[in-house]
Every structure is written in structure tokens, then in C-alpha cells.
């Protein structure tokens, strides 16, 4: 029975610079529970603010001043969050003294907006949405030895001192949920008996094949060209086009790749900006860095560079796909990653931790070492030349997020079922350690 029904109408606060983001289910599932429920949201420039998103009451708050640059360069990261931290403090402030006091806060700390929530509301449990815990070493940073030369101990100093922030929060954390045992494994052994792993959810119902998918997109010159599963596509995906994705491996890969298969059609999805990582040298993109790197090995007319496309555009590229490919560095897992599985994509992913927890080599998927260009290339040939023969893969792919990451049977009610373990808690106990 949820608190509702028993008389108690609780009141939730979510706190996401970017919101929903990650809430984009959860938020408005317990809105349908009768819950009461506002949003602080960051407004980055002047205008209107929308009153509600997904039906869900938002307050914004806008930053006063920005960075100090003249500081140490390793205290700015902290800097900025104190001053996000500060200005949230405040719309809460606000909030309290309107009679308004939530029952259980719901945030992601990574921008810094929890830090001062508990000198507001000290009573209140916090759950917080834990999606990375830097480290110096032996996770992101390092990895790629082709961006980790000369970077001694001054580079992991920087990193090091990002986590400061991060520390901060997990004091004040009540209880956390992360996507991935990975991502939570990157958290400290000390709060470890606090974090829940419970993915975000796929909407396996809507991510689904379809093999009657077509789509028309033009050719650099204009010219519309209809794409259906008679193709060979070979599909990449992220964001924003970047190293920390593999970016740079995928086109490297692609001058032999037209070689072997001299039908394939290749479609990539990504913007030209930086999610993770350093950016680009001054003046250039990623982008175009190892797009020029191969660009005369390559028969450009069979490249399709969409940038960020609409999300049913995004849903049929993943259904038309031969062959997907998606890597990362030792950092957070995409959805795309578990989205292309979901749409009985053929997934070649890098042996790296936070895929390897999704994908079971040669089974719903393949798992190529990130730097081992010859077998990234052998495996997409293999798959691009004979699908018909991995059907058995893209339909294991399925039902694996059928089976561990649908939205509605498994992880939705799973998170919910948390909230409701929180909030029928003691409010003034300070930790919630008999949950489990």
C-alpha cells in the first residue's frame, strides 16, 4: 500500500540542473501516485522558465556570478558548485518559509545543487542519483595512452580534487541509486551499503525491430535515398562525437571496412561538442579532427553524418542497422548502448568494464578490445557480410533488456518501491541502513 492511500500525501523534491534527465519516468509516476511534487530547475538564460514539466511544478534558479578563473585552477571545479549549491540553497530557503517542507529529496549532486540542502531541511532523507565517482587512476583517466602522455601527477592532482564536491554529497547522502553495478562500484567503499543499483529504464515496448523500417535521408548532394533492412548499415552513436565514446578507433576503422564491404552504408549520430573529456584543440572539433585523419581513404558519398536527430528518427536508424557499434572508456554507460540492444541491434561494443556488464560476448553481442583495430574491423565484416547468421545475437540482445532493463516490469517498480521503503522511514533518522 503506498503512503497516499493510507491518508499521507507526501511531498518529493527533485533537484537536476537538467530536469527530468534521468527522472523522465520516475518523475511522473509519482505524480500518478497523488504525490506532491516540485522541481528546482536551472534557468541558463533570460526568459521564461516553464511552470511545469511533465506536469511536475518547477522552480527556477539562475547562477549570480560565475567562476572565479583568477583561483587556484584545481579550486574551480568546487567554485562552481559552491555557487550553484549556494543559489539552490536560497529557492529552498524560499520554499521552507512558504510552509512548504519536503518529505524525501530526490537529486543528482554532480553539479553541486544538494551540497546545502541538508542546512535547510536537516530532517529530510536525500536519495541521490550516483552516476560517476571520479579517480585519478584506473578508471577514464589514463586509459587511452594516445591522450595520457606527459600527464604526471599534476593531471591527476586536478582530478583528484574534483571529487571534493562529490565527498561533500555523500556525507549528506541518505541513500543512493546508480544505473550499473560499474558506476556504483566507482563510489567509496565506505558508502557502498547505501547505493541500490537500479537502471534508469529502457522502453522495451518502444525500442523494439521492426523489419518493415524504412527511412529517407539525402545524400551530400541533395539527393533522397530510401534506406530499408535490405541495406548494409553499419551504425555509431553518442552524443557528441568524442574519444571517450571511441570516436576516433570507429573512423579509423572505416577505410577498410568500405574495402571489405563495398556495399556499406554508414550512419553516424553525434554533435560536435564535448559531453566528457578534454576538448578539442582551439578551433577544431573531434569531429573533424578523424573525420580529415581518413577522409581521403574514404568514398564519402557511403557516410552519414545526421548530427543530433529527433528521437523517432534516432529509434529507426537503430531498427535499420546491420551492425551497431558502441564504445566507451571505462566511464558511464550510454543509453544508446542498451537502446541499440533493446531494438535487436548486432552490438559490437569495447571490452570495457561498464559495457562487459551488459553484454555477454558472442551471445547478445561482441566485445573487441578498444584498441585492437584489426578485430573491431574482422567483427563488423563478419557481421556486415553475413547477418543472417547473427540473427540469434540481435534476438538475445532483446530479450536480455526484455529480461534486466525494461522500464515497466523491472526497473521503474523497483525504484519506486525504494522511494516508498524511504519514505515510510523514520524522517529523522539520519541513514537508512536496513534497507536492502
Given amino acids: 500500500m503506498s503512503s497516499v492511500s493510507s491518508g499521507f500525501r507526501p511531498r518529493l523534491l527533485f533537484v537536476h540542473q537538467n530536469f527530468p534527465a534521468q527522472f523522465k519516468h520516475l518523475a511522473p509516476a509519482l505524480k500518478d501516485r497523488g504525490f506532491d511534487i516540485k522541481a528546482l530547475v536551472y534557468q541558463n538564460k533570460p526568459g521564461p522558465t516553464p511552470a511545469s514539466i511533465l506536469g511536475i511544478t518547477c522552480l527556477p534558479w539562475s547562477s549570480r556570478r560565475g567562476t572565479n578563473f583568477q583561483s587556484h585552477p584545481w579550486a574551480q571545479d568546487y567554485e562552481t558548485k559552491l555557487i550553484r549549491a549556494e543559489c539552490v540553497a536560497e529557492q529552498a530557503k524560499i520554499l521552507d518559509q512558504q510552509g512548504w517542507q ?52 599534476h593531471q591527476q592532482a586536478k582530478v583528484h580534487s574534483k571529487t571534493a564536491g562529490a565527498l561533500l554529497a555523500l556525507h549528506d547522502m541518505d541513500i543512493g541509486i546508480s544505473p550499473t553495478h560499474f558506476q556504483a562500484k566507482t563510489y567509496p567503499n565506505w558508502c557502498q551499503n547505501r547505493i541500490h543499483v537500479i537502471h534508469d529504464g529502457i522502453d522495451t515496448l518502444l525500442l523494439k525491430p521492426d523489419p518493415q523500417v524504412s527511412l529517407t535521408i539525402s545524400t551530400p548532394n541533395h539527393i533522397p535515398i530510401k534506406l530499408t533492412k535490405r541495406n548494409s548499415i553499419l551504425t555509431f552513436v553518442n552524443r557528441n562525437l568524442e574519444p571517450y565514446r571511441g570516436y576516433h578507433r570507429f573512423m579509423r576503422a572505416l577505410p577498410a571496412l568500405q574495402k571489405l564491404c563495398p556495399e556499406l552504408i554508414t550512419i553516424i549520430i553525434g554533435g560536435d561538442s564535448v559531453s566528457y573529456g578534454a576538448a578539442a584543440p582551439k578551433g577544431l572539433t573531434w569531429k573533424q579532427i578523424y573525420l580529415e585523419e581518413v577522409s581521403s581513404q574514404l568514398d564519402l558519398a557511403r557516410i552519414f553524418y545526421l548530427g543530433n536527430v529527433q528521437y523517432e528518427i534516432y529509434r529507426k536508424i537503430l531498427q535499420l542497422s546491420t551492425c551497431h557499434v558502441y564504445y566507451t572508456y571505462p566511464f558511464v554507460l550510454g543509453w544508446s548502448c542498451l537502446e541499440a540492444l533493446s531494438s535487436g541491434c548486432i552490438v559490437i561494443g569495447s571490452d570495457t568494464d561498464p559495457v562487459r556488464e551488459v553484454i555477454d560476448d558472442n551471445k547478445n553481442g561482441f566485445l573487441v578490445d578498444f584498441f585492437d583495430q584489426d578485430k573491431l574491423i574482422q567483427t563488423i565484416q563478419a557481421v556486415i557480410s553475413n547477418p543472417n547468421s547473427y540473427c540469434h545475437v540481435g534476438q538475445n540482445a532483446r530479450l536480455s533488456m526484455i529480461n534486466q532493463y525494461d522500464l515497466l516490469t523491472h526497473c521503474l517498480p523497483r525504484q519506486l518501491a525504494l522511494i516508498d521503503q524511504c519514505l515510510n522511514i523514520n524522517p529523522s533518522s539520519s541513514r537508512f541502513s536496513n534497507i536492502t
Wanted: aromatic share 20%; glycine share 12%; proline share 10%.
Fill in 102 to 153: 519536503p518529505d524525501l529529496i530526490i537529486g543528482h549532486p554532480g553539479w553541486g545543487e544538494t551540497l546545502f540542502l541538508k542546512l535547510i531541511w536537516p530532517h529530510t532523507p536525500q536519495l541521490h542519483f550516483l552516476e560517476f565517482f571520479y579517480s585519478a587512476a584506473g578508471l577514464d583517466v589514463g586509459f587511452d595512452p594516445e591522450f595520457s602522455l606527459n600527464q604526471g601527477w
